[in-house]
């Protein structure tokens, strides 16, 4: 077998389950990110999130020699602590994503993991993979792109990027870097798909800091400003704007105040003495000289902005002089909930300001005349899109063919697909494991939707669950006590009603002829089909029904076998 | 009490639950409309519906004069089969509505419903309502909006309106009845708010023709459009393209066939002979000779749509050379579901059409300047907004206020508020019961989101039930039978794990004191305690806990007791 390097993509590649890349050269492996994603509509009930299936990296755990993470978003580094206890190899990533990242792996109780800072401009070679990282910019700080060079050729990744080419904290993308790769030659090139369907190019952040300008100079009271905790520089534009217009700013939520430290520590944030508010000092405050900085953007129920709407903030309360910023959009899914958080801000009488009307959120994701930048900067020889929704990547293709690339030489991956790259081209080699995991009070479910479990609970949730007990005495042929019926979650029923099942249920069972009294099967299937038929006639539900029969002449299980022996009273 | 009218909206204002519109005056009532809503992420699992809380109505059942219809969508004659099992009263409709109530109304088997025609220029005395219909244009044909003359002065209710210019059918909205409405004076306009964010105009039906032409003249294969089956306009128009471009078109579904038949017969739908195709025919043609119309264009489960993008249509296969219209824009709540369906779609290698770059829909709404004409045409006094959310009546207040309205005569009203017209004015005069109901499994559930159902059946779904039961003598103070536990939709639970619950409740039970161990409560205390801290160890999980205690010396129930006196085998 000639040389190679196998791509392969767990997430994150036109399917949910989100952002994690396997390369594969010389029998060695590199990850690039983790991430995961929260659940969606299709979810079933009781899920936390969701992980890509990474069967294919545990079975190869011995043979991963690092795992690298361009930036410090959930659906890149969200993953790293259900990785990490399968797998275990250094973990490399700039200073703010390291951060967040040790901050995580805290709350999972992960203290023993390898952790390597990183910066944009470092070069550094893990087994067959020589990397550099450039530095892009996106809508968190410290975001890296990579030039990986391998033994078959150079392959650039361009991370989550946009080109803001005035961005806050002044560090531009890496051109030059970009522009040196792409003359030495570069034979695949993966990149953000994200938002190819916006023409044009995506707004610098800067414009919403001209926003908030205008917002917090015109605000006849206080202005409260809903925003990502991960969105430092839009934080940073917050304090500066807040600064100019002599009002000092109150951090609210825990975990904005989280990230607002980590930031602060870590250079990230820029916060002048005294312009930081506490909850003591808010009531010394006029309105005017007031902003209130709250997570929440996107209607999450327990974020500090829903609490607000709905007036169950333990410490804030909406004021009809105040202006509410929703510093976001709604995340495709997320959308009636947005319009629900803010039909109920206005009913305080709040002016509420959001994408419709000014300009207070911008993507972090390139639009379509970067993404051709990109193709221009890098002229790769093969095109594989990334990040994105499967419509983003076959608009990607059309792109991709438009500024000159063959069309078979794009290829629109799904996760497990495995892409091969070797001297002598490009080609589909196969395909592993894949899917959506679900995270279920902190353990990974690999069964996924097909899990009977979660079939289970949507049975459950639909119609709710009936049990019904019987002690049965199958020598003579009869019930021993009046069986007992209980239901939860069934429309319509109430003790008396079940207590007429049970009375049913005890009518039938006296009712079984011989010889079918005398057995298990058929008592069992007659008291399932009277349970079932009551309810049905009683109440026209079907619940899930758990029919539980008691046999005094059963085997007492062991651990009980001795302590039963003991006389009884 | 001097004279007066009250307005007593109970759906539809800025709440979901949708339209239903009671007015009342001389002890005298009439409704109109009387719609649903379906289900969105925040309605618990397994409600089909959603209604307005109308118990007013139904204490009031006897003071109903008639129920008036504006015209056949969902969300306002959907809730009649309900109503109408509460109260009775005649029912007034235009052709196309009473059809479409009266194929709702049979399979609800409400057969003796007193229907009344009306139609557009009629007018009719109900009571102290004299009413008389105008024409306007919507998104379905043989729409109403009314005047409402009463001894308080004149009301306008604009129905679901937009001021099409250019309608399908040539019936324009009725601007002399209008201005003469607004001439001889006008004390209330209720009008639709849904789309007063939109600037500008909403497009003529006719423009989608127009895209529809293009699309089918360059489709080197079949056309599928997807669309809603009411939208009788947007179905001529593919019958009359198709026709133009030598194609035949084929009716997918039991819906889409319904509403063509029921229109078809009822003169609203014009299909030339033999342009209709059967399933049979389908494989004689060539695919450029073809067109699909199916429902799904919301990406509804089971509509034709959704089966063809997951290949699971029974009749039909999406190929390569398919062109897809989605001829709708995604409703708040559904768009995360329609970007999965276009991308399962371009999974086929189908081309997909949809409102992004295209005008393949338009909306049946008035848009701002619309809503702005409609109130330079009426001059009201007294101005409320219906139709659409909070936000949106919102904005409707700030626009009737720029045209002129004082911003004390504009009533934001929402549901259940009464707003009571003399002839000194207008102003809110109380509240009425109101809030949503759930629709389960046929049957109105009058508790909503308070509801102890629900609520369990939230607990059931995000983390299963597990059922214990004991036959317990509680004079001897020990158990009759090995205790039995099943579990469903429990995490990591399986038989053995049941078993082994089982076995440590009996051990408990055996290690029970006296005199707890002859105490019902205590006995039952415990084995509760027993499972419940079995599971959270076990699998770190509390399911719902069904806890049945069997007692062979409690009575028997009545029904049974007779025959369990018989011998046993």
Redesign the interface.
Known sequence: MSECVRLIPLGGF?EIGKNMLLLECQEQLLLIDAGIAFP???T???IDLLIPDYSYLRENAERLLAIVLTHGHEDHIGGLPYVLRDVRAPVYGTPLTLGLVRAKLGRHRLDDVDLHSIAAGDRLTIGPFDLEFFRVTHSIPDCLGLGIHTPVGSIVHSGDFKFDHTPIDGRRTDFSTLVRLGDDGVRLLISDSTNI?RQGHTPSEMVVGKSFDEIFQRAPGRVLVATFASQIHRIQQVFDVAARHGRRVLVSGRSMERNVSVAAELGYLQIPEGLRLTHGELAELSDAAVVILVTGSQGEPVAGLSRLARGKHPRLRLREDDTVVLSATPI??N???V??L???L??WGAQ?VDH?AEVVHVSGHASREEIALLFNLIRPEFGVPFHG???HM?TYGDLAQAVGLPHHNIFLLQNGDVLRLDRDGARLDGTVAHGVWHV????I?ELGAADS??Q??????????V?????Y?F??????????V?A?????VDEALC??A???L??RL??LP?PE??DRVEVERAGKRCVRAFFERAV??YP?L?F?????T???????GE??S?P??
Do not use: C, M
Not at 440 to 443: F, I, L, N, P, T
Not at 488 to 492: A, D, F, S
Not at 548 to 552: A, F, G, T
């Open positions: 036109g969606d509509d299709d079933p009930p009781g369907e495709p899914g959308e009636a909930t319009w629900r803010i039909n109920d206005l009913r509420v419709r929704e499967y419509r076959v279920d009070g902190g353990r479910s479990v979660l289970d609970r949507g049975f459950l949730s639909e119609s709710g669950v049990a019904a007990a019987v002690s005495d020598a003579a042929g009869g019930a021993l006590a009046p069986p007992v209980k939860r979650g069934v429309r319509g207590e007429q049970a009375a049913e005890a009518a006296a009712e011989a009294r005398h026209r539900i899930v758990q539980l029969l008691l046999d005094p059963a085997p007492w299980p062991e651990a009980a302590a039963q003991e009884a009273g």
